[in-house]
C-alpha cells in the first residue's frame, strides 16, 4: 500500500493551478500579514475615534489625575481606581505638555474640567495623547490572544482569535478611550496565558505571570477575585510540570499507512491544518505501553504532598510578586506614600472590613477599596429594554452583552467553549480560558451599578481565545460555517464605524437602536458634544438651540450657545432641543413632557437626538 507521503498514488497528472501553487509557496508570508492587516484595521478604527470624539465622562478624572502624578507626585485624586491604569495615560501626556496650576484644590471632576478647558490647553490634543497609549496597550493585548489561541490550536485558530478581538467593537470602543477597562483586561489574559505556559517552564513563566497580575490589580480593583483562581491554576501548572514525565525523543511508528514520527507531548499542541498541507500540525500521540519506562508512573501519597506543597510555594510566590507590584505603582507615583485619607471616607464593616484590612496593600489602596464599597451601598439609576428602575438586575450584564456583541461572535464564541470541554486535548485548557471571567462575570454580576459592557470587558477578550478552538472540529462544513461567521462579524463591525460605543447587533435593530435598549456608557458617554457642534453649524446655523447633555465636555468651547429647557417654562421652549440619549432614557416628567411635544428630525453618532419644537 502507498504511504501517505512520499508514496502517494496521483489522482491525476494536471499540476495544480497556479494560483494554488502560488498560494503555498507564500504561505509563510500570509500569517504576519493576516495579523498585521487585522491589528492595522483595528488601529485606524481606534485612532479615529479618538480623534473624533470628545472627553466622555471617566476620561477627564483620569487624565487631570495622571497630570497630577508627573507635575505634582501626589495620590489625593481618584483613589478608588489604583495608579497603574492612570500612568499607561500619563505616559502619552507627558508630550502633550499640558498645563495644570499646582494649587489647585477642588474635587476630581473639576480637576478634569480645568485641565482640558480652565488652563488654556487644548482638550483635543490633550485627550489625543492621552489615548494612545491605551490604544498601543490594546494593539499589544491582541497579540497575547493570538499567541495564546496560536498555542492551544496552531495559527488558523490563532487568526480567528485575533479577528473576534480586533474586530470586537466593545473592544474598540473603550480601547480608543483613556479609561482603565480595556489594560485591565489585556493584564488579566496575559498573567492567564502565562500561568498555562508556566505547565512547561514555571520558573520563567510564573513570575512574569504574577508581575502582569499586579498590573492587572493595580490598574482596576475589579480584577481581585481572580486572584484566588490564579493561583489554584499556578498549582495546577507547577503539578503538571513537575508530575508527569518528560517528552519522549522524536521516534517512528509504523502504522497500515505507513511510518510516521510522534512525540509525547506534554501539552495540548495545536490540531489545525495550514493552507496547503495534507496533515494536521500535529498528529496523535503514541501512548507507551504499561510497564515501559516512558510510561508515567503513580506517584506515592507523599509525593502528591510534596507535589501539592511545591505548587502552593510557587502559587505563593507569584501572588508576593503581584503585591510588590502594586506597591511598586504606588511607590511610582509618590516615594515617600505620602496619603490623607478623604473626609468623607465610607466605613466599610463585617467580612468586607476583615478583607480591606488584611489585605498587603499600601494604605492608598486599601481607602480605594472603601471608596469602591461606598458606591456599591449607594442605589443606581439603571435602564434595560426600555425599562427606567432603581437598583440592579442580576442579569443586566448577560441581557447587555446580548445586545451589544455581533451575533457571529456570540456562535463562536459558544461553538469554541463547547470544543474546549468537548475536545480531550483542550481539556487542561479550560480551566485556564473559561473560568476566571466566568467568576468575574458572576462578581460583576451581584454589583449595584448597572451602567454598561464595560465592567464586563474581560468576556470578549477571553473567550476570543476560546473561539478559536471551533478549528478542532474536523467537519469541513464547520469550517466554512466558521469562516462565514468570522466574516459576518467583521461586516457587522465595520458597517458601524466609527461609532464603536454605541454599537447594537442586527438582532436589536442596530447601533441606531441600542439607545431604546441601553443607556450610559453603552450608548451615550458624552462622546459626541463635538459632532453635535459640527452639525448645528452646518445644518441648522443660527436657530435657537435647546440641549441637555450628559457628559463632561463643556458646550460652551465647542460654539455651542444653548439653555437648558428644564429650567425655563414650557412655552418658551422653541426650536432645536438637543438631548443626550441617556437624559432621554432617565427623563423627568418635565423633560418627558417636552420631549412628548417635539418632533425628532435627528440624530448625532447614535448618542443625541435633536428635536425641533414649535
Same mark, same amino acid.
Given at each position: 500500500?502507498?504511504?501517505?507521503?512520499?508514496?502517494?498514488?496521483?489522482?491525476? !497528472?494536471?499540476?495544480?493551478?497556479?494560483?494554488?501553487?502560488?498560494?503555498?509557496?507564500?504561505?509563510?508570508?500570509?500569517?504576519?500579514?493576516?495579523?498585521?492587516?487585522?491589528?492595522?484595521?483595528?488601529? /485606524?478604527?481606534?485612532?479615529?475615534?479618538?480623534?473624533? &470624539?470628545?472627553?466622555?465622562? +471617566?476620561?477627564?478624572?483620569?487624565?487631570?489625575?495622571?497630570?497630577?502624578?508627573? &507635575?505634582?507626585?501626589?495620590?489625593?485624586?481618584?483613589?478608588?481606581?489604583?495608579?497603574?491604569?492612570?500612568?499607561?495615560?500619563?505616559?502619552?501626556?507627558?508630550?502633550?505638555?499640558?498645563?495644570?496650576?499646582?494649587?489647585?484644590?477642588? +474635587?476630581?471632576?473639576?480637576?478634569?474640567?480645568?485641565?482640558?478647558? =480652565?488652563?488654556?490647553?487644548?482638550?483635543?490634543?490633550?485627550?489625543?495623547?492621552?489615548?494612545?497609549?491605551?490604544?498601543?496597550?490594546?494593539?499589544?493585548?491582541?497579540?497575547?490572544?493570538?499567541?495564546?489561541?496560536? =498555542?492551544?490550536?496552531?495559527?488558523?485558530?490563532?487568526?480567528?482569535?485575533?479577528?473576534?478581538?480586533?474586530?470586537?467593537?466593545?473592544?474598540?470602543?473603550?480601547?480608543?478611550?483613556?479609561?482603565?477597562? /480595556?489594560?485591565?483586561?489585556?493584564?488579566?489574559?496575559?498573567?492567564?496565558?502565562?500561568?498555562?505556559?508556566?505547565?512547561?517552564?514555571?520558573?520563567?513563566?510564573?513570575?512574569?505571570?504574577?508581575?502582569?497580575?499586579?498590573?492587572?490589580?493595580?490598574?482596576?480593583?475589579?480584577?481581585?477575585?481572580?486572584?484566588?483562581?490564579?493561583?489554584?491554576?499556578?498549582?495546577? !501548572?507547577?503539578?503538571?510540570?513537575?508530575?508527569?514525565?518528560?517528552?519522549?525523543?522524536?521516534?517512528?511508528?509504523?502504522?497500515?499507512?505507513?511510518?510516521?514520527?510522534?512525540?509525547?507531548?506534554?501539552?495540548?499542541?495545536?490540531?489545525?491544518?495550514?493552507?496547503?498541507?495534507?496533515?494536521?500540525?500535529?498528529?496523535?500521540?503514541?501512548?507507551?505501553?504499561?510497564?515501559?519506562?516512558?510510561?508515567?508512573?503513580?506517584?506515592?501519597?507523599?509525593?502528591?504532598?510534596?507535589?501539592?506543597?511545591?505548587?502552593?510555594?510557587?502559587?505563593?510566590?507569584?501572588?508576593?510578586?503581584?503585591?510588590?507590584? /502594586?506597591?511598586?505603582?504606588?511607590?511610582?507615583?509618590?516615594?515617600?506614600?505620602?496619603?490623607?485619607?478623604?473626609?468623607?471616607?465610607?466605613?466599610?464593616?463585617?467580612?468586607?472590613?476583615?478583607?480591606?484590612?488584611?489585605?498587603?496593600?499600601?494604605?492608598?489602596?486599601?481607602?480605594?477599596?472603601?471608596?469602591?464599597?461606598?458606591?456599591?451601598?449607594?442605589?443606581?439609576?439603571?435602564?434595560?429594554?426600555? %425599562?427606567?428602575?432603581?437598583?440592579?438586575?442580576?442579569?443586566?450584564?448577560?441581557?447587555?452583552?446580548?445586545?451589544?456583541?455581533?451575533?457571529?461572535?456570540?456562535?463562536?464564541?459558544?461553538?469554541?467553549?463547547?470544543?474546549?470541554?468537548?475536545?480531550?486535548?483542550?481539556?487542561?485548557?479550560?480551566?485556564?480560558?473559561?473560568?476566571?471571567?466566568?467568576?468575574?462575570?458572576?462578581?460583576?454580576?451581584?454589583?449595584?451599578?448597572?451602567?454598561?459592557? %464595560?465592567?464586563?470587558?474581560?468576556?470578549?477578550?477571553?473567550?476570543?481565545?476560546?473561539?478559536?478552538?471551533? /478549528?478542532?472540529?474536523?467537519?469541513?462544513?464547520?469550517?466554512?460555517?466558521?469562516?462565514?461567521?468570522?466574516?459576518?462579524?467583521?461586516?457587522?463591525?465595520?458597517?458601524?464605524?466609527?461609532?464603536?460605543?454605541?454599537?447594537?447587533? =442586527?438582532?436589536?435593530?442596530?447601533? !441606531?437602536?441600542?439607545?431604546?435598549?441601553?443607556?450610559?456608557?453603552?450608548?451615550?458617554?458624552?462622546?459626541?458634544?463635538?459632532?453635535?457642534?459640527?452639525?448645528?453649524?452646518?445644518?441648522?446655523?443660527?436657530?435657537?438651540?435647546?440641549?441637555?447633555?450628559?457628559?463632561?465636555?463643556?458646550?460652551?468651547?465647542?460654539?455651542?450657545?444653548?439653555? +437648558?429647557?428644564?429650567?425655563?417654562?414650557? !412655552?418658551?421652549?422653541?426650536?432645536?432641543?438637543?438631548?443626550?440619549?441617556?437624559?432621554?432614557?432617565?427623563?423627568?416628567?418635565?423633560?418627558?413632557?417636552?420631549?412628548?411635544?417635539?418632533?425628532?428630525?435627528? +440624530?448625532?453618532?447614535?448618542?443625541?437626538?435633536?428635536?425641533?419644537?414649535?
Amino acid at each position: 500500500m502507498a504511504s501517505r507521503h512520499g508514496d502517494r498514488v496521483p489522482m491525476s !497528472s494536471a499540476e495544480p493551478p497556479r494560483s494554488l501553487e502560488l498560494l503555498r509557496r507564500n504561505r509563510r508570508w500570509l500569517f504576519p500579514l493576516a495579523v498585521v492587516a487585522l491589528l492595522a484595521q483595528m488601529a /485606524v478604527a481606534m485612532v479615529t475615534a479618538a480623534v473624533e &470624539q470628545t472627553p466622555t465622562i +471617566d476620561e477627564p478624572v483620569y487624565a487631570g489625575t495622571a497630570v497630577v502624578y508627573v &507635575q505634582q507626585h501626589s495620590l489625593r485624586y481618584n483613589p478608588e481606581h489604583p495608579p497603574l491604569g492612570k500612568l499607561i495615560i500619563a505616559s502619552g501626556l507627558v508630550a502633550a505638555h499640558p498645563h495644570l496650576a499646582a494649587d489647585f484644590q477642588g +474635587d476630581q471632576t473639576a480637576l478634569g474640567r480645568r485641565l482640558l478647558y =480652565e488652563s488654556g490647553n487644548d482638550p483635543g490634543r490633550v485627550m489625543l495623547w492621552a489615548r494612545l497609549p491605551v490604544i498601543v496597550c490594546t494593539l499589544l493585548f491582541g497579540l497575547v490572544v493570538l499567541a495564546f489561541a496560536r =498555542e492551544l490550536v496552531g495559527p488558523v485558530g490563532g487568526l480567528v482569535a485575533l479577528a473576534l478581538y480586533t474586530f470586537s467593537p466593545d473592544v474598540i470602543a473603550h480601547g480608543s478611550l483613556a479609561t482603565l477597562d /480595556v489594560p485591565a483586561s489585556g493584564f488579566l489574559l496575559t498573567s492567564v496565558w502565562l500561568v498555562w505556559r508556566a505547565r512547561r517552564r514555571p520558573l520563567l513563566h510564573l513570575p512574569l505571570a504574577g508581575v502582569a497580575l499586579g498590573a492587572a490589580v493595580a490598574t482596576k480593583m475589579s480584577t481581585l477575585p481572580a486572584v484566588p483562581v490564579l493561583m489554584l491554576l499556578a498549582v495546577v !501548572s507547577v503539578g503538571h510540570a513537575r508530575g508527569l514525565v518528560a517528552p519522549a525523543k522524536a521516534r517512528p511508528l509504523t502504522t497500515p499507512e505507513g511510518t510516521r514520527t510522534l512525540t509525547t507531548p506534554t501539552q495540548a499542541g495545536p490540531l489545525t491544518t495550514p493552507i496547503g498541507a495534507a496533515e494536521p500540525l500535529t498528529t496523535p500521540t503514541e501512548v507507551p505501553p504499561p510497564g515501559s519506562p516512558l510510561a508515567a508512573q503513580p506517584l506515592t501519597t507523599s509525593q502528591k504532598a510534596r507535589l501539592l506543597g511545591l505548587g502552593a510555594a510557587a502559587a505563593t510566590g507569584m501572588a508576593l510578586v503581584a503585591v510588590a507590584v /502594586v506597591w511598586a505603582t504606588y511607590l511610582a507615583v509618590d516615594p515617600q506614600l505620602r496619603w490623607t485619607a478623604p473626609a468623607n471616607l465610607p466605613a466599610v464593616h463585617g467580612l468586607r472590613g476583615l478583607l480591606v484590612d488584611g489585605l498587603p496593600f499600601p494604605q492608598p489602596y486599601r481607602d480605594g477599596m472603601r471608596v469602591q464599597f461606598g458606591f456599591e451601598n449607594a442605589t443606581w439609576q439603571g435602564f434595560l429594554f426600555g %425599562r427606567l428602575y432603581h437598583g440592579a438586575l442580576w442579569y443586566y450584564l448577560p441581557a447587555a452583552l446580548a445586545v451589544k456583541t455581533p451575533l457571529g461572535m456570540m456562535a463562536l464564541w459558544l461553538a469554541g467553549a463547547v470544543a474546549m470541554v468537548a475536545v480531550p486535548r483542550l481539556r487542561p485548557a479550560a480551566p485556564y480560558v473559561l473560568v476566571p471571567p466566568a467568576l468575574l462575570l458572576a462578581a460583576a454580576m451581584n454589583g449595584s451599578r448597572d451602567l454598561g459592557v %464595560r465592567y464586563a470587558l474581560f468576556v470578549p477578550v477571553f473567550l476570543a481565545v476560546a473561539a478559536a478552538c471551533v /478549528v478542532t472540529f474536523r467537519r469541513r462544513w464547520a469550517h466554512l460555517a466558521a469562516a462565514a461567521l468570522v466574516l459576518f462579524v467583521a461586516v457587522s463591525s465595520l458597517r458601524t464605524f466609527p461609532y464603536y460605543l454605541p454599537y447594537g447587533n =442586527e438582532a436589536f435593530g442596530g447601533p !441606531s437602536k441600542t439607545r431604546l435598549r441601553l443607556h450610559d456608557s453603552n450608548v451615550d458617554w458624552g462622546q459626541d458634544l463635538g459632532r453635535l457642534a459640527d452639525r448645528l453649524h452646518r445644518d441648522h446655523p443660527g436657530e435657537k438651540v435647546w440641549l441637555v447633555y450628559k457628559g463632561a465636555g463643556v458646550p460652551s468651547y465647542y460654539g455651542i450657545d444653548a439653555a +437648558d429647557p428644564r429650567k425655563a417654562p414650557a !412655552s418658551e421652549v422653541h426650536g432645536l432641543l438637543a438631548v443626550s440619549d441617556t437624559s432621554i432614557a432617565k427623563a423627568d416628567d418635565r423633560l418627558a413632557a417636552l420631549l412628548a411635544t417635539s418632533t425628532p428630525i435627528d +440624530d448625532v453618532g447614535h448618542s443625541i437626538t435633536i428635536y425641533r419644537r414649535s
